[in-house]
């Protein structure tokens, strides 16, 4: 009894004829390493791993780049450690002078502009030798130069933009998801019943089309009138749920007419397994490309809001906030903040841009 054995071909689905597309696209492959790497580095930081004690105060204010070099403008120290010359028109010029003829007590240390002793010195001597003894007294030493220089406070600027990175990271994802499945539900619910539920859907996107995408956000956020991260991610997401719902509305029209609906409908399958089960996998990568598109505009919408004054609030960092303090920095001459967090936003927004680019061709289905 001879047996014959068949060969089926599978064909392959949606998802791996996807993957088959992008991973044939070498600058969509780069795309994508450079964005899993800043989202490595969210998780990192996110976890402690990395960039925990970026408010630790590690160098001196302005610290430049190493490579730059040390600040040596030896007239700074020489005129911090020498007195003030005397103002002939201070009312206290007199009694400053009987002050600095004085000889100096014990604890005395000059370290104001008038050249006074300083009162709080002994109670400053017994803090210094309560941190030597419980092995603290590194607190106080501070380095000249960082890797890529250090801020006001001294904080160094590459903690600082890992940990303003994760912070509009998320903002980014989060706000992302929340719009993508607030247009999905609209969308779905007008596009699949039509009539009033879409007439009502379609006022409702129009009031918020009709005003301009930034001046509704900061309109939002100045009535709002309450910093944080939580804030900014419902205002992005309540503001910028109406590119997927236009596009969602227009799959399940197109998709409810389908045989494959009328025979769920033959089988008595309720609205919600029609559209939810029957209907969205078919128009996921729809949601799967928005969810890409509105995370490099939310990462851009929050940098405009934090730079503005409306993001986030004071003791977190993100990039916003690191160019709204770089502002000041530069009519110092003190670049590298600025620097840091722009090229950070650069480097991710256009990673994100091309992958997301690729990952549209990808996934469409007249593509052969």
């Known amino acids: 009894m001879?047996?014959?054995?068949t060969n089926q071909t599978v064909s392959p689905g949606l998802w791996a004829l996807a993957w088959r597309r992008l991973r044939s696209d070498k600058v969509a492959m780069i795309a994508m390493a450079?964005?899993?790497?800043?989202l490595l580095t969210l998780v990192l930081s996110a976890t402690g791993m990395i960039a925990a004690d970026w408010e630790e105060e590690s160098?001196?204010?302005?610290?430049?780049?190493?490579?730059?070099g040390a600040n040596t403008d030896g007239f700074v120290k020489a005129e911090a450690e020498?007195?003030?010359?005397?103002?002939?028109?201070?009312?206290?010029a007199d009694i400053i002078r009987e002050l600095r003829k004085?000889?100096?007590?014990?604890?005395?240390?000059?370290?104001?502009d008038y050249g006074i002793p300083d009162p709080l010195e002994k109670e400053m001597a017994e803090i210094r030798t309560e941190l030597a003894k419980s092995g603290k007294a590194h607190v106080g030493e501070r380095l000249t130069t960082l890797p890529f220089g250090a801020d006001k406070w001294g904080h160094d600027i590459i903690k600082k933009t890992i940990k303003g990175a994760e912070t509009s990271i998320v903002v980014g994802l989060v706000a992302a998801f929340l719009a993508t499945l607030l247009?999905?539900?609209f969308g779905a619910l007008a596009g699949y019943f039509g009539n009033r539920v879409d007439d009502f859907f379609n006022w409702f996107y129009s009031i918020f089309t009709?005003?301009?995408?930034?001046?509704?956000?900061?309109?939002?956020a100045a009535v709002l009138q309450q910093k944080g991260v939580v804030t900014i991610i419902l205002i992005l997401a309540f503001t910028g749920w109406t590119g997927p719902f236009r596009l969602i509305r227009a799959e399940y029209m197109k998709h409810k007419a389908r045989e494959y609906v009328w025979a769920a409908d033959a089988i008595g399958a309720s609205h919600f397994r029609k559209m939810?089960?029957?209907?969205?996998?078919?128009v996921s990568h729809v949601a799967l490309v928005q969810v890409s598109i509105l995370v490099v505009g939310f990462i851009k919408s929050e940098v405009i809001l934090s730079f503005l004054g409306f993001g986030v609030p004071v003791g977190v960092v993100s990039w916003g906030s690191m160019l709204n303090e770089a502002q000041n920095e530069l009519i110092l001459g003190k670049w590298w903040q600025l620097v840091a967090a722009t090229a950070g936003m650069a480097v991710l927004v256009t990673a994100f841009s091309l992958f997301t680019d690729a990952l549209r061709d990808a996934l469409d289905p007249k593509l052969k």
């Open 2 to 5: 001879s047996t014959t054995t």
């Open 102 to 112: 004085q000889p100096d007590s014990e604890s005395a240390v000059v370290i104001n």
């Open 183 to 185: 247009g999905t539900l």
């Open 276 to 282: 939810f089960v029957h209907i969205f996998p078919n």
């Open 210 to 220: 009709s005003i301009p995408y930034l001046l509704l956000i900061l309109s939002v």
């Open 34 to 38: 450079i964005v899993g790497a800043f």
């Open 59 to 68: 160098g001196v204010s302005y610290a430049p780049p190493s490579f730059v």
């Open 82 to 92: 020498a007195p003030p010359p005397e103002n002939p028109l201070d009312p206290l």
